[in-house]
């Protein structure tokens, strides 16, 4: 699923629909996978706001915010939905869970 605010409002919804009619659904942020989607793989939320900090700092003690670089994810989380996987009929391999950053159980 893409992530947007009409989405992302609706998440729990969709991720119901979805497991209602059998289709596994995997979005960008780990609240998809909490909302039951059967995964997430994304970005770290945290890390980026932690990022942000970082740049209103440098910016507040006065460098121009143009001239600083620009700075990619480098954190990325994968997220598994055990129960909404077993609701689906889906075997997550092993070596998938084993390299999950969380497993929802």
Do not use: H, W
């Amino acid at each position: 699923m893409p992530s947007n605010p009409v989405i992302n409002a609706n998440r729990e919804l969709i991720c119901s629909l979805a497991t209602r009619y059998r289709l596994p659904t995997v979005g960008v942020y780990r609240i998809f996978a909490a909302s039951g989607g059967v995964m997430s793989y994304g970005i770290d939320d945290v890390e980026q706001y932690r990022l942000a900090a970082g740049y209103i700092d440098r910016i507040l003690k006065g460098e121009r915010p143009g001239e600083l670089p620009i700075q990619y994810p480098v954190q990325y989380r994968l997220v598994i939905n055990l129960k909404t996987a077993r609701a689906l009929g889906l075997t997550i391999p092993e070596t998938l869970l084993a390299t999950a950053d969380e497993v929802i159980q």
